[in-house]
């Protein structure tokens, strides 16, 4: 018998949403390709789209469990919006924006230790800001959350920011667009 520890590969799905432009899936598989991942099934959805006007694309394929963890942090780390990983939803969706020297205290580093440890995923960065970085900027992030996490997730953004000296308004109510 075998334990949840198993070092045997064992199939696994993630749920992509990408850019409709050529090279998109090419670019999203290399990640699971790279860190051992043998692919298995790629459904493509091209005639349905995400709310985001994106084309959803599951992917089966096999690896080890530990593999898994690296892949789908691969993933993100490549810019590919993951917006289910296993039996891991992200269904729920929270509006933050940020406010402070964005620029200044590494924005990209903000979104990393954001999708790290707050149960979350970007699915959308809106930036403005004006002319040169001495100035505050703004960020309007939308973030997928695992069901039930959102409190969770604003605690880790606030703890994020608090160390940053940045501001954040919270939730905001849905975005018409």
Do not use: W
């Amino acid at each position: 018998m075998s334990s949840p520890d198993s070092t045997e590969a064992q199939t696994h799905t993630v749920r992509l949403e990408l850019v409709d432009e050529p090279g998109e899936l090419l670019r999203a598989l290399q990640p699971i390709s790279d860190n051992g991942g043998n692919l298995m099934s790629i459904y493509h959805e091209r005639g349905n789209l995400t709310p985001r006007g994106h084309i959803p694309v599951e992917v089966d394929f096999s690896c080890t469990p530990h593999r898994f963890e690296t892949i789908v942090e691969a993933l993100r780390d490549a810019g590919v919006n993951v917006m289910q990983a296993g039996t891991e939803r992200y269904d729920e969706e929270l509006t933050v924006l940020l406010v402070g020297h964005l620029v200044d205290t590494d924005l990209s580093d903000t979104l990393k230790r954001i999708e790290g440890c707050a149960n979350a995923s970007l699915n959308d960065l809106s930036l403005s800001g004006r002319e040169g970085t001495d100035e505050q900027s703004s960020a309007l992030l939308r973030l997928a959350t695992r069901a039930g996490t959102t409190e969770d997730t604003l605690g880790a953004l606030r703890k994020i920011a608090a160390e940053k000296d940045l501001h954040v308004i919270e939730p905001l109510t849905e975005v018409v667009q």
